[in-house]
């Protein structure tokens, strides 16, 4: 390899940095530095105030409002992991030619061509009091009553992210099932593994990084989510997104800071902690 | 659009093509308002204005007929009621009309990005409603509580950021539009009369109420319930003190625990969603909304109830930045929204125009019978969209204007207490 002069290293990484300086560090700087400013009705100006951190941190209903959130992310982790391990698995191991795994793989995306809140709102009709899925059930005589909780429920909000994120946990997984070895397989089976212990001593520890790439995006786009929980919610369930909504519909801009402050080190903590059971770097 | 016969409708363009004398007439009459159209500027042709409001009024109609009219253009951004205070703080430099709410008004005025106006410019000022002037009705009725227009209305000069007690020749905003607010119901899905806010909370509709999520008018609609059910009794509504924010906010949160609420809402559409589909039979709802289910074919009333109306006002306001030309053309735009036609196109969707008379050139005797004077109606009443709204010998939910905005018993408002209330309200909202 040939020795590089300092001046162009310089300018090989100018161009990611420029774009994580421009679009990442200017942003929460400024972010942070909103965070420790006053406030009043109609405006907000520069100060030095813990008050924002305070009335965050001191407040029973910012707790309340993590563990739903938390909620909401623990149960959408759980479903779109059954279900986007489910499907890598078949599509890695059921489907033997490329072609047909390419083909299966486009159809799980079809979904994904419509923009999020479409998919998000065509739920409301489906389930509603009146909906279709309550007058189904109905006219088969499955219930008298409609399903109340089918709507503008834990339920609903959970059933959207699954819908709207299980591809994410798919694609990472499917994509770490495609390299393992398959004599790996082969040879676990050879010794006498049968199916369930050749699923958790093989392709498990195998899949690690795209379990935990995947349960990163699910996680992280969860605990930022505001309009899934609003429409889903009828606007009645809080999550620190909506929290945070909130507060700059009200104008109250630095109290939103300091939310999102202490939701970005929560979330990075959630991520460093996914990323401490999987070393990543050594997997991929 | 296919609405009233009356020569009132005459376009300008009408009255060029039939002889510039006949126009000239015109022009020179509209001095005396005789509904025939004002011959408006000329230097403002395809001059462009950025105006944002609530969806209530940026209606593409009124921007049709302002390029027809004045030549300008008009650019409309429709958005909820508390971003448009958001955009007046946050970018001031965006818009140049805001056409927002009065106690929208009183929170962002004081940020000095808006401009008052000179009174001595505006045309029909003799013309606006006295509820925008001293605030009041009629020479003896009595104010309303909460933030009532013409607190807010009257500022000392080109520069203040405050507010002037009595009347002077700046004005903060020019008074468009105004309504008294009630729940909507779904009479087929209920049954029985309704005649009190307490209903809000009656458990017979437990998992079928709504209450809208704008902190400002949504507390309003929640005292009037728990006032209605004699559990806190306020000095005043529009100005709470912290205990009876805190006693209110008990009641409701109790209720949202009990399951009383199906969905919280916060635009038009929201409302009229959740209405439509039977998700909710009772809920706050503003006069459109109504309409729009109603025009869906269902049953839908704006149900008058004893204990008195929750008002509302809006009008259009400056852009500090605005100046020159854009300055003269947005007179000429304000002076042209009081002359009558979009008066009329707000009156025939259940709201009531600031400035009655100019509007009343614009519609029909029948419809103004019904919209305003609360007659049963003549013929069956059409919507300015063309859609019909109700059968010949309809009257008003609520009656005649003097019968609604007359049982007015509080303005939205912002009070002292409104950091708190706010808290207080995302606290009820989480709960």
């Not at chain 1, 161009?15 to 109609?42: A, H």
């Not at chain 2, 709410?101 to 004081?110: H, R």
């Not at chain 2, 100019?358 to 029909?364: C, I, P, R």
């Not at chain 2, 706010?422 to 709960?431: H, L, P, Q």
Request: proline share 4%; hydrophobic share 45%.
């Amino acid at each position: 390899m040939d020795h590089k002069s300092p001046l162009s290293t310089l300018l090989q990484i100018s161009p990611i940095s420029l774009i994580l300086g421009f679009f990442l560090v200017l942003p929460i700087g400024t972010i942070l530095i909103v965070s420790f400013w006053d406030y009043n009705d109609f405006s907000f100006f520069p100060d030095f105030v813990w008050t924002n951190y305070s009335d965050a941190l001191g407040s029973n209903v910012t707790y309340k409002t993590y563990l739903n959130t938390f909620w909401y992310a623990g149960l959408t982790w759980l479903f779109t992991f059954l279900i986007g391990f489910t499907v890598a698995y078949f599509l890695a191991f059921h489907i033997h030619t490329t072609r047909w795994q390419i083909v299966l793989f486009l159809i799980c995306t079809i979904p994904f061509w419509t923009s999020n809140i479409i998919r998000m709102i065509s739920w409301i009709p489906f389930l509603g009091r009146n909906g279709v899925f309550n007058t189904m059930l109905q006219s088969i005589g499955l219930i008298d009553e409609p399903l109340e909780f089918l709507l503008f429920s834990d339920f609903s909000i959970v059933l959207a992210f699954v819908h709207l994120y299980a591809l994410f946990m798919v694609v990472p997984i499917f994509n770490s099932m495609m390299r393992i070895d398959r004599s790996l397989i082969e040879a676990a089976i050879d010794g006498g593994a049968h199916g369930w212990q050749m699923l958790t001593n093989v392709v498990i520890p195998l899949c690690k990084p795209g379990i935990a790439i995947g349960s990163i995006f699910v996680v992280t786009l969860v605990m930022g989510d505001y309009i899934t929980v609003r429409l889903m919610g009828g606007g009645q369930r809080a999550s620190v997104g909506v929290m945070m909504w909130n507060e700059i519909s009200l104008l109250l801009y630095p109290a939103a800071a300091a939310h999102a402050v202490v939701l970005l080190a929560v979330v990075l903590i959630m991520v460093s902690l996914i990323v401490r059971v999987v070393d990543l770097k050594k997997e991929l | 659009m296919k609405n009233p016969t009356t020569p009132t409708s005459l376009s300008r363009r009408d009255l060029l093509k039939r002889g510039s004398a006949v126009a000239l007439g015109a022009a020179v009459g509209s001095q005396a308002i005789t509904g025939f159209p004002t011959i408006w500027a000329q230097n403002i042709k395809n001059v462009t204005l950025r105006q944002f409001g609530t969806g209530v009024s940026n209606i593409n109609a009124v921007a049709k007929k302002a390029k027809e009219d004045l030549g300008i253009n008009l650019e409309l951004t429709a958005l909820d009621t508390d971003a448009t205070a958001q955009r007046v703080v946050t970018q001031p430099k965006s818009f140049d009309i805001a056409d927002i709410e009065y106690f929208t008004l009183k929170k962002v005025w004081p940020s000095g990005n808006m401009q008052p106006m000179d009174i001595s410019k505006l045309k029909y000022f003799d013309k606006i409603a006295g509820t925008f002037k001293d605030g009041k009705l009629t020479p003896s009725s009595t104010i309303a509580q909460g933030t009532a227009p013409h607190t807010v209305s009257f500022t000392d000069g080109p520069n203040s950021k405050s507010f002037s007690k009595s009347m002077t020749n700046w004005y903060t905003m020019v008074p468009t539009i105004y309504n008294a607010d009630t729940l909507g119901i779904r009479p087929d899905l209920i049954g029985r009369p309704i005649n009190s806010w307490t209903e809000l909370l009656n458990p017979e509709f437990k998992g079928k109420a709504s209450i809208l999520n704008i902190s400002s008018i949504g507390i309003m609609d929640a005292a009037m319930v728990c006032e209605a059910m004699g559990e806190v009794q306020y000095g005043d509504k529009g100005n709470m003190t912290r205990e009876e924010i805190d006693k209110t906010m008990a009641i409701f949160t109790e209720a949202k625990k009990a399951g009383q609420f199906r969905a919280f809402w916060k635009t038009f559409d929201e409302s009229v969603n959740l209405m439509a589909s039977g998700e909710v039979v009772i809920q706050s709802m503003w006069s459109p909304a109504i309409t729009k289910v109603r025009s869906m074919g269902l049953p839908c009333i704006y149900q008058p109830l004893k204990e008195g109306y929750r008002s509302w006002g809006g009008g259009l306001g400056l852009a500090r930045n605005l100046s020159g030309l854009e300055l003269d053309a947005a007179y000429e735009y304000i002076n042209w929204y009081l002359s009558g036609w979009v008066g009329g196109l707000l009156m025939r969707q259940g709201y009531y125009s600031a400035a009655p008379e100019t509007s009343k050139l614009h519609m029909s005797d029948d419809e103004w019978g019904f919209w305003y004077e609360g007659k049963a109606a003549k013929n069956d009443i059409i919507d300015p969209f063309g859609n019909k709204m109700e059968p010949a010998g309809a009257v008003r939910d609520g009656g005649s204007f003097l019968e609604r905005m007359g049982n007015v018993k509080c303005w939205n408002s912002v009070m002292d207490e409104n950091r708190y209330m706010v808290r207080k309200w995302n606290e009820f909202i989480a709960a």
